[in-house]
């Protein structure tokens, strides 16, 4: 098992900046990619990053390339979401999820934390 908190969400003014914190526990080594997603009110949850607990490879959607970073650092078993110049539209929970290939769709992942609100305000 795997457990994942995350932390850092929180209300802040478009084209500001946020930064959320995944903190992950138990056999993490099992997982070989963490990843975040993020879901609004009535949509889907959709992908916006993910990265590889070895090596530098990551992934990003196409709405946030240029504008989010994401990193780890393995002696913390923490990943890190650094989102620059928000939207109102990025308002929605943010979730961090582990599995073992970096996809954008949400069925590898197996293991989910139980998400952060982030509230961008125009």
């Known amino acids: 098992q795997v457990q994942l908190v995350e932390s850092g969400g929180g209300l802040v003014q478009a084209g500001g900046s946020l930064r959320l914190s995944c903190a992950a526990s138990?056999?993490?080594?099992?997982?070989?990619?963490m990843a975040w997603f993020r879901q609004a009110p009535g949509k889907e949850r959709e992908f916006v990053a993910a990265i590889r607990w070895c090596g530098r490879s990551t992934v990003f959607a196409d709405s946030v390339k240029g504008r989010f970073i994401i990193s780890r650092d393995n002696a913390k078993n923490t990943v890190y979401l650094q989102m620059n110049s928000l939207k109102p539209e990025e308002t929605a929970v943010y979730y961090c999820a582990a599995g073992p290939v970096a996809v954008t769709t949400t069925s590898p992942y197996d293991y989910w934390g139980q998400g952060t609100q982030v509230t961008v305000s125009s």
């Open positions: 138990g056999r993490t080594f099992s997982s070989n990619v």
